[in-house]
């Protein structure tokens, strides 16, 4: 999400051309603001953004937020333990539960099945 949003040269190829395709809906989860917001807090410098500005710019972007649910929560519990880091899980059950495909570069998240799309 970080690189859509501000270092798209960044993205492989297929990711610029799946995002750039009009007949793709473009979403972004609560679970990244939330990790954007708490390690900007902590002064990562790999996440150096504020959270509100880039709220705002994928919205006006065209990208629509989806919220976190309780379905969700539950779906993280069903998971099998490829990937520690709670905000990459929740975006694998949201993926899941929601039925809409996820784009990663990391190689450990793209070991889940379902629809994960590894780049």
Request: hydrophobic share 50%.
């Amino acid at each position: 999400m970080l690189w859509a949003a501000g270092e798209p040269d960044r993205l492989p190829p297929p990711a610029r051309a799946l995002l750039l395709d009009p007949g793709n809906a473009l979403l972004f989860s609560a679970a990244s603001l939330w990790e954007v917001a708490i390690k900007s807090g902590l002064g990562r410098a790999d996440f150096r953004v504020d959270p509100g500005l880039l709220r705002r710019g994928l919205i006006d972007n065209g990208y629509e937020e989806l919220p976190i649910r309780a379905a969700h929560a539950v779906q993280v519990g069903a998971l099998p333990a490829i990937h520690r880091d709670p905000f990459d899980r929740m975006l694998v059950a949201q993926a899941l539960v929601e039925a809409v495909t996820l784009l990663t570069v990391d190689v450990v998240l793209g070991q889940y099945p379902g629809p994960i799309r590894l780049l």
